[in-house]
């Protein structure tokens, strides 16, 4: 769906970013600069900006690996734990082959299963974190974050300082600020943009390694499609759909496909492929840098916490900023916390926020798009009745 006829150049470039940055990680492993991966959003990047490595995203949302982990993992489990570890044992993701360290976490149990198994052929850090968001969790997870320092200047023989780390701090935050500016340019009526451009956009930034350059990238793109829509360039208008539920990218982009051809338009992403990893910034005048970071990832609403407070408040605030006429919930099979976690979302969508809400169990692969479209079109139809 083209919608700037001056700009669809533009989102393919941030598509692309991923293969550009297959050489890119090439070049900083020949340099001789640590490369950290890692899978999840509660990966605190700023410990590992500080000491001057670079954090990585891990391949981890395509069909193409999936067979191959079947023949090791059980057929039954996540598509994103098949997916992320058959990169691993086929070496098809160059970030995996060049990492220097992948940092785990225990989040749903199959994830935590994976890293044991990746640990035969990699080195793995797994960092322990709470499941209920409470003050004796954050203690926790404040010191687990400095033990993740500690492990990496033991492994890396580095020192990173306080002053490293605020500096870090200050850096994401940017990155952080650019991905809000141009996710929020969503919330104008009609949009500038469709959700598949949008994606295609915060997908590709997990690939761009520099980040004054792509704070710059990203703000001056913001700058651009602003230009073009006080021109008159933007979208019909659409019935607005938000995208809760497991991340998304590559292959589940057939969601938004489904929506967006099917006469509506996805104007925002509330799952970590969008605002709820970016949303919060980390409190820059906070003395305690490792309680400012551990309050930053720990506000992230994921479904394995208990209660998930966080999640409903801030799918509210969305639901209400970017004019949403209409949730759809991506949940991908065999992922357990985020369906059994639906049922609270519809409450909440359909009882407190009073709009249709509509839960899709999906996989990476391609047998189930004319079923998709077959619903999707039915719930954007029952929203413009």
Excluded at 109 to 136: A, I, R, W
Excluded at 184 to 193: D, F, T
Excluded at 334 to 340: F, I
């Amino acid at each position: 769906m083209e919608i700037i006829k001056d700009l669809p150049e533009i989102f393919d470039e941030f598509e692309d970013k991923k293969k550009q940055s297959f050489l890119k990680v090439k070049e900083y492993k020949e340099k001789q600069i640590p490369i950290i991966g890692a899978y999840c959003s509660f990966f605190p990047r700023e410990i590992a900006v500080a000491m001057g490595a670079i954090p990585v995203g891990l391949c981890s949302s395509a069909n193409e690996t999936v067979e191959l982990a079947e023949t090791v993992l059980p057929k039954n489990v996540c598509p994103l734990i098949k997916s992320s570890y058959g990169y691993a044992i086929s070496d098809r993701c160059p970030y995996f082959h060049f990492a220097d360290l992948v940092v785990g976490e225990t989040t749903c149990d199959g994830k935590k299963k994976m890293y044991e198994l990746m640990s035969e052929f990699k080195e793995v850090y797994v960092m322990e974190l709470p499941n209920t968001q409470s003050e004796g969790g954050l203690r926790f997870w404040r010191e687990e974050i400095i033990r993740f320092k500690e492990f990496l200047e033991e492994y890396f023989q580095v020192v990173i300082t306080e002053n490293d780390i605020r500096r870090a701090i200050v850096s994401q935050n940017k990155r952080r600020e650019a991905l809000k500016r141009f996710y929020g340019l969503m919330k104008l009526e009609p949009v500038p943009m469709s959700g598949l451009e949008l994606g295609k956009v915060l997908y590709g930034s997990k690939y761009q390694f520099g980040q004054e350059e792509m704070t710059k990238e990203l703000n001056e793109l913001s700058d651009r499609i602003l230009e073009e829509y006080e021109k008159g360039r933007q979208l019909e208008k659409r019935p607005r759909i938000l995208i809760t539920g497991c991340p998304m990218g590559e292959d589940t982009n057939k969601i938004v496909e489904a929506i967006e051809n099917n006469g509506g338009v996805v104007v925002g992403f509330e799952n970590c492929t969008g605002a709820n990893a970016v949303e919060r910034m980390v409190d820059e005048d906070d003395p305690d840098v490792y309680g400012a970071i551990a309050r930053k990832y720990f506000s992230i609403g994921c479904a394995i916490m208990t209660p998930n407070n966080n999640r409903i408040h801030l799918l509210g605030e969305m639901i209400d900023d970017y004019h949403a006429d209409g949730v759809v919930e991506m949940i991908l099979s065999g992922c357990h916390s985020v369906e059994m976690e639906s049922i609270s979302v519809k409450n909440f969508v359909n009882e407190e926020k009073h709009l249709p809400y509509l839960a899709v169990v999906t996989d990476y692969s391609k047998g189930d798009v004319g079923q998709l479209n077959t619903r999707l079109a039915a719930f954007v139809e029952m929203i413009r009745k």
